[in-house]
């Protein structure tokens, strides 16, 4: 089985500050991992994904995670965070392409 | 390139009656994949489906719900007799292959119940 938990329900930043949105795994096999970004009225946008490959994965809009198996972690960061990052985030896993486990999601919110 | 499309983006029902969301994959992609976003909730799985194929279920109420992706046409998700927990956001993902491959994301359909 395998699952995953994002550790903050709600983030709070301001604008030009670094941004760091936690995410926990577990997994029995080699996982994917997967970035998402919600806005909102919006479909889901994929920010980055992991698979195996290096560890630190850098995505779009400047935003990086690396994949710490040591630490079953794959924190989402980006240096600095601008107003259009307010959004929702979730972190998935995934061992098969028809076993996918999403987070709870993360609230981002950027204050001016 | 046309992405994952969905419709209609919002749907209204009143309790009882029959909603049907449709879902066109992005072109070539033969893997279609519906979630249910629940309001405060993370998404859930529902279905996976390959061509004519339901794979996967396990995710899906047992009953009024249904899904299938014809040889042609969209993907549809079928809910009969809809009720007020059934509110949510439908999503539908498609991606070419199986194995650990990038799911593509629809807008989503908002559905209320009334």
């Known amino acids: 089985a395998q699952s995953v938990t994002q550790l903050d329900s709600h983030v709070s930043v301001s604008e030009g500050t670094p941004v760091l949105l936690r995410c926990n795994y577990s997994s029995s096999y080699s996982p994917s991992l997967f970035w998402y970004v919600q806005h909102p009225n919006k479909g889901l946008q994929l920010l980055l994904k992991?698979?195996?490959?290096?560890?630190l994965v850098k995505g779009i809009n400047g935003f990086e995670a690396e994949f710490k198996k040591s630490e079953t972690s794959f924190h989402l960061t980006k240096p600095s965070a601008h107003m259009s990052d307010a959004a929702e985030y979730f972190c998935?896993?995934?061992?098969?392409?028809?076993?996918?486990?999403f987070g709870a999601g993360t609230r981002l919110t950027v204050k001016p | 390139n046309a992405g994952v499309m969905q419709n209609p983006r919002h749907l209204v029902r009143r309790r009882g009656q029959e909603a049907r969301l449709r879902c066109s994959p992005v072109?070539?992609?033969?893997?279609v994949y519906w979630y249910r976003q629940l309001p405060e909730e993370g998404l859930k799985f529902m279905v996976y489906l390959q061509k004519e194929n339901i794979i996967d279920e396990s995710g899906m109420p047992k009953e009024r719900f249904s899904a299938e992706f014809p040889k042609e046409g969209p993907s549809i998700l079928r809910i009969q007799q809809v009720v007020r927990g059934d509110s949510a956001a439908y999503f539908c993902?498609?991606?070419?292959?199986?194995?650990?491959?990038?799911?593509?994301f629809g807008p989503g359909t908002r559905l209320t119940v009334l």
């Open positions: 072109k070539g992609h033969s893997h």
């Open positions: 993902a498609s991606s070419p292959t199986v194995g650990m491959d990038t799911q593509y």
């Open positions: 992991y698979t195996s490959a290096a560890t």
């Open positions: 998935v896993v995934s061992d098969s392409n028809n076993d996918m486990r």
